[in-house]
């Protein structure tokens, strides 16, 4: 059974950084592409970027090219995102989602991780 | 950016009743390889957001088939023939045929 398990709520102070995971199982985890998506409260959906694990490559929207680190370790079949330079826009939840290339289509998701930026 | 505007964005139905959601793309999602990435997502209250609909018409595996979806180029519906009282929560079309990938604004399904 394919999972994605994020880690747990993170509070950060404005200015600081947080990294989240996204550990997988179930799968290959080199051959599928990660996406992170950005969902502040009460909002929609928005698409961060993604990561494919196998080669370490990487893809940005463009508003989170200075927010966002994609990383990921095969060793550990673990996805993560770092924000930087957190803001009270920063709040939100954040998710990995699994990306299948075949049928071009976000198939798996993790429960969602919420992240408050507070002083 | 690809916009996707999505109406109405709230929609109040009694079960059984059929609705449908639009979706309109400010762009056509015609890939170049002939494929439309056009997908429907479902978020229930407190749940990350769950594959209904890939490809415009193509049913994700283990999705009721009252849910359908059609459409072509800039227009897409979603349609839930029968709706019943698990269906409520937000759905999201989201395309991926174009950089970046974008997605609609959501449309909030109440169940009367």
């Known amino acids: 059974e394919v999972q994605l398990q994020q880690s747990g709520p993170e509070v950060g102070r404005p200015g600081s950084s947080v990294k989240i995971s996204c550990k997988a199982s179930?799968?290959?985890?080199?051959?599928?592409?990660m996406n992170w998506v950005k969902q502040s409260p009460g909002q929609g959906l928005e698409w961060i970027g993604w990561i494919d694990p196998e080669y370490g490559s990487t893809d940005y929207a463009e508003k989170f090219k200075k927010k966002a680190t994609l990383t990921a370790d095969t060793s550990s079949s673990t996805a993560y995102i770092q924000l930087s330079s957190l803001t009270s826009e920063d709040t939100a939840t954040y998710f990995c989602?699994?990306?299948?290339?075949?049928?071009?289509?976000?198939?798996?998701w993790g429960q969602g991780v919420m992240v408050t930026v507070s002083s | 950016d690809v916009v996707l505007t999505q109406t109405p964005p709230t929609l109040s139905a009694t079960i059984g009743q059929s609705v449908s959601i639009s979706c309109r793309s400010s762009q056509s999602l015609l890939d170049s390889d002939g494929d439309t990435y056009l997908n429907w997502l479902l978020q229930r209250p407190g749940q990350s957001p769950q594959l209904l609909i890939y490809?415009?018409?193509n049913l994700e595996s283990g999705v009721p088939n009252r849910f359908s979806g059609s459409g072509s180029e800039t227009d897409f519906t979603l349609k839930i023939s029968g709706v019943e009282a698990e269906d409520l929560g937000v759905y999201y079309c989201?395309?991926?045929?174009?950089?970046?990938?974008?997605f609609g604004s959501g449309t909030k399904l109440e169940i009367k």
């Open positions: 179930g799968y290959t985890f080199t051959d599928y592409v």
């Open positions: 989602a699994r990306y299948d290339s075949s049928y071009i289509r976000f198939d798996y």
């Open positions: 490809s415009v018409s």
């Open positions: 989201m395309q991926a045929t174009h950089a970046p990938l974008t």
